[in-house]
């Protein structure tokens, strides 16, 4: 039975669990990385064959193959995936920015460019589930980024298939090239390089407790988007919320994982006690009945609050990843928050729609990081250089005070190469 309290000076680890401990997870990862950086292909097909297909002969999965793929995937489904896709390119496209050039009197010219960065990785988890949605989330912000190339792993099943949904998704999306590889063997083959897979600039999407690590381990030889948690949904409520609905959109994330964790901040106490009763009901006939109620146990919580304004405020401490303002008027609330992953508003807006169809992105900061983290975005596939000119005169004029503030820092080659062009050929 999910509790009920009251909300008071509570800190975040006593809602939100903390990440699970890495002991035991960083060790492995660790050898895994050094095996395949090592041992590159030969590792990978070793491990493909031991966690995913024991017949496992090859790594790519071919262009034709992707093509069937998509091929044989329903039409409904297609459909849906097309407009998903379309969906998620027209929020992204909101996202693109140039750089500027700025021109001042004496002739300098400064600017900065946007460039995308040249090859990413993404991490697509399967196996035993399939998320398209995933493909779509990562690879179409990439794509309306730029990058030259959009390399994808993803595990195989048992017989070495991958689900079509993912690959019909990524080929909607424009992943170039898809590899059947999981787990932190995969993250460690783009981190490093293989003889069949290339070396990415930056890898991108979720996974387990081993991709993450794998994740926190390679970061600095490339870039990371983030090291996710599990995942996380916070409702704010008002009374006149239908506790049926309330007690569904939490579900959808407690079914995640044991670890998920689904709270709701309201300041009903009526409200408060229907849906916890709609839980228990609900639970009931989940198919993941197991993982949900293992999570709403574990990790569930009601928290009553004085008013709406105190359960924003909540909101705002706790910083979750998925944030419904489930209220009357939840716009009126919207410019009280501050830290969210991302906000849905009012009584039609699950969670889910946010998850497949909406537009926004999915992949969303976890564990508190909404502090200071974004959602997944188009800016994470591009990086920004900067240029700057200036002819003589203009260097002329601010010769002396670069050279002496250069001079307080020490650094008196600093200094030189700034006036030396004042000597003409003297030396």
Do not use: W
């Not at 390119?89 to 909101?94: G, L, M, P, V, Y």
């Not at 994808?152 to 059947?180: D, S």
């Not at 993250?187 to 387990?208: C, H, L, Q, R, Y």
């Not at 939490?250 to 689904?262: I, P, V, Y």
Request: net charge negative; glycine share 8%.
């Amino acid at each position: 039975m999910i509790r009920i309290m009251k909300m008071g000076k509570m800190t975040r680890e006593e809602i939100f669990p903390e990440t699970p401990e890495r002991t035991g997870v960083e060790s492995a990862v660790l050898e895994i990385l050094a095996d395949v950086r090592k041992n590159g292909d030969e590792a990978l097909l070793r491990y493909g064959r031991k966690f995913d297909c024991p017949d496992l002969e090859r790594l790519e999965v071919r262009r034709e193959e992707i093509d069937a793929a998509a091929g044989a995937v329903s039409p409904d489904l297609m459909r849906v995936l097309r407009k998903a896709e379309e969906n998620i390119a027209e929020f992204h496209k909101n996202q693109l920015r140039t750089g500027f050039v700025m021109t001042r009197p004496d002739g300098a010219v400064m600017g900065q460019r946007i460039l995308p960065i040249a090859r990413v990785g993404i991490y697509v988890p399967g196996g035993t589930a399939a998320y398209p949605s995933t493909v779509l989330m990562n690879a179409v912000p990439a794509r309306l980024a730029g990058c030259g190339e959009i390399v994808m792993a993803t595990p195989c099943g048992r017989n070495g298939e991958i689900n079509p949904a993912i690959l019909a998704a990524a080929k909607l999306a424009g992943v170039t090239r898809v590899f059947r590889m999981g787990g932190a063997q995969a993250v460690a083959a783009m981190a490093f390089g293989t003889e069949s897979v290339p070396k990415v600039d930056k890898i991108v999407g979720p996974g387990n407790a081993y991709v993450a690590e794998a994740k926190r381990q390679v970061f600095g030889r490339v870039a990371i988007d983030m090291v996710a948690g599990p995942s996380e949904i916070l409702v704010v409520a008002d009374a006149a919320a239908n506790p049926r609905h309330v007690a569904a959109d939490m579900l959808s994330q407690a079914e995640h994982d044991k670890m998920a964790s689904a709270v709701l901040v309201t300041d009903s106490s009526a409200l408060a006690e229907a849906v916890a009763a709609e839980i228990q009901a609900q639970l009931e006939r989940l198919p993941r009945r197991e993982i949900a109620q293992a999570s709403i146990e574990k990790n569930g919580r009601i928290l009553l609050t004085e008013n709406l304004a105190a359960a924003v405020e909540a909101a705002n401490e706790l910083a979750p990843e998925h944030l419904e303002l489930f209220v009357t008027d939840p716009f009126a609330y919207l410019g009280l928050v501050k830290n969210a992953g991302s906000v849905f508003l009012g009584a039609n807006c699950p969670e889910a729609l946010g998850d497949y169809l909406a537009g926004p992105n999915h992949t969303l900061p976890t564990s508190g990081t909404a502090r200071f983290s974004s959602p997944l975005s188009v800016d994470d596939f591009v990086k920004k250089s900067q240029y700057t000119y200036f002819p003589k005169q203009a260097l002329d004029a601010v010769a002396a005070d670069v050279a002496l503030f250069a001079e307080t820092e020490g650094l008196s080659a600093h200094a030189r190469s700034a006036v030396i062009r004042q000597e003409g050929e003297r030396r």
